[in-house]
């Protein structure tokens, strides 16, 4: 993830971003491909068995060989695996992939909502996940990009985790994908703020460090990708990621790839079915 978000700037200074639409409102751009061929490529070459699915579809050709990472982060090798997991083997995985999670804002120049997520489901559930921030900081100068973990009964690492203000509501949602359904959940919801940032990455990320209370996106425009490392870091710190009716998404390797229920995700402590309680049931109807 680290290779990938310095790639990801590499190209932006660069500034020929090579921009295509893959549908509606669905821009793939060079940083997209070149990040997801350097993932795929660097856990492909450790682990030939090993499902992996990436955003933006498979891709054979040779990678530059500085884009294969195979060394590992000591402080998350140096821990104790969860004795739950001792028994998986390679069959059980998936490794879900978005080299770039919000590809709208990269192309805007909204450096920091960029991030890399690689989700790891464990029999279909999201259990281990690595957010990567490439822009973190870059405006200050220090040490640019940052990148968070989360594996669900070991604990979290890379920032710092933050309870939100209590007796309040702040919700987290898109700002390059709403319309009428998305807006109607917020306001049914009737929160004190609500802010709207691009990727679900950034989203989950204002979450865990206390910034906002629930990430609430009344869409199907999401995908396994962008959810899985994003609800297996909010997981191990106490939270919940589910869609609009409360059910939570399996990660199999055989499911489909949008997430038609929408997002619903809370941190730790805030009741997360009391909330979607006072969700329309006409929002709902339209996330089947
Ligand atoms: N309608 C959509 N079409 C394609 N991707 C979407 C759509 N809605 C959301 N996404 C993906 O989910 C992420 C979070 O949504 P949002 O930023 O609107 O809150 C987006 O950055 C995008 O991921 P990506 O940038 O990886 O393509
Ligand atoms: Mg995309
Ligand atoms: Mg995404
Ligand atoms: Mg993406």
Redesign the pocket.
């Known amino acids: 993830a680290n290779r990938a978000g310095k790639i990801i700037r590499d190209i932006m200074a660069r500034g020929d971003l090579g921009i295509v639409d893959k ?5 793939q751009t060079e940083a997209d491909r070149s990040a997801q061929r350097c993932i795929v490529a660097s856990l492909s070459q450790q682990y030939p068995d090993l499902t992996i699915i990436g ?1 933006e579809g498979a891709n054979n050709s040779e990678v530059p060989s500085d884009w294969i990472v195979t060394d590992y982060d000591k402080v998350v090798i140096s821990k104790q695996c969860p004795p739950e997991y001792s028994t998986v083997t390679s069959e059980d995985i998936v490794v879900w992939v ?1 080299p ?6 990269y192309t805007q120049g909204l450096l920091e909502h960029v991030t890399v997520l690689v989700g790891l489901s464990v029999k279909g559930k999201a259990i281990a996940g690595v957010i990567h921030q490439p822009y973190y900081n870059y405006k200050s100068g220090n040490s640019i990009g940052r990148t968070i973990w989360g594996l669900v009964g070991m604990g979290v690492g890379g920032f710092d985790p933050q309870g939100a203000p209590p007796g309040k509501l702040i919700l987290t ?5 709403s319309d009428g359904t998305v807006q109607k959940a917020l306001e049914a919801l009737n929160p004190d703020e609500i802010i709207k940032v ?3 990455g950034h ?1 989950v990320l204002l979450l865990i460090e206390g910034k906002a209370h629930a990430y609430v ?1 009344a ?1 199907k ?3 396994k990708w ?1 959810t899985c490392a994003p609800e297996a870091v909010l997981v191990a710190t106490g939270g919940k990621l589910t869609d609009m009716h409360g059910n939570a998404y399996n990660y199999g390797k055989d499911v489909q790839h949008p997430n038609t229920g929408g997002v619903f995700a809370t941190v730790s402590g805030l009741d997360h079915e009391g909330l979607l309680a006072k969700i329309p049931q006409e929002v709902k109807d339209k996330l089947k």
């Open positions: 549908g509606i409102n669905d821009l955003e978005d770039l999670d919000g590809t709208s804002e949602t898109t700002r390059s994908h691009g990727g679900a989203k996106f869409s425009g999401c995908k962008d």
